[in-house]
């Protein structure tokens, strides 16, 4: 009898439990994306490059772990900064946060040995 009482609410903590999980999963698949997007923007000075390193970098690494990815790269001065923003897998349509990590580091130059 007291299995039939307890066992929604365990059914519950164990959902609960695989989303924070899925989200802790797809923060990390973000965090990747936007590391690879900020690396080839800020060699190449291209912000464009760097958002379509981005993607393909989702595409790969991300597949099935981040949805609706969305990579923007900005120049800020002298550095690039890449956001990425998207979903992470759901288990349940009722609460599924977002996930959105930042980049930022200084565009590379290449100096002549004096």
Do not use: C, H, W
């Not at 120049?75 to 759901?90: L, N, S, Y």
Request: aromatic share 6%.
């Amino acid at each position: 009898m007291e299995l039939a009482l307890y066992m929604p609410l365990l059914m519950l903590v164990i959902l609960i439990a695989v989303q924070f999980s899925l989200n802790y999963l797809g923060n990390a698949a973000a965090s990747a994306v936007a590391r690879e997007a900020a690396r080839v923007a800020r060699i190449s000075g291209d912000r464009a490059a760097g958002e379509l390193a981005g993607y393909q970098y989702a595409a790969n690494v991300g597949r099935g772990v981040l949805v609706q990815v969305d990579v923007q790269v900005v120049p800020v001065g002298d550095r690039m900064r890449a956001v990425v923003t998207g979903k992470a897998q759901e288990v349940s349509p009722l609460f599924v946060p977002g996930v959105r990590q930042t980049v930022e580091g200084p565009l590379e130059e290449f100096k002549v040995d004096q």
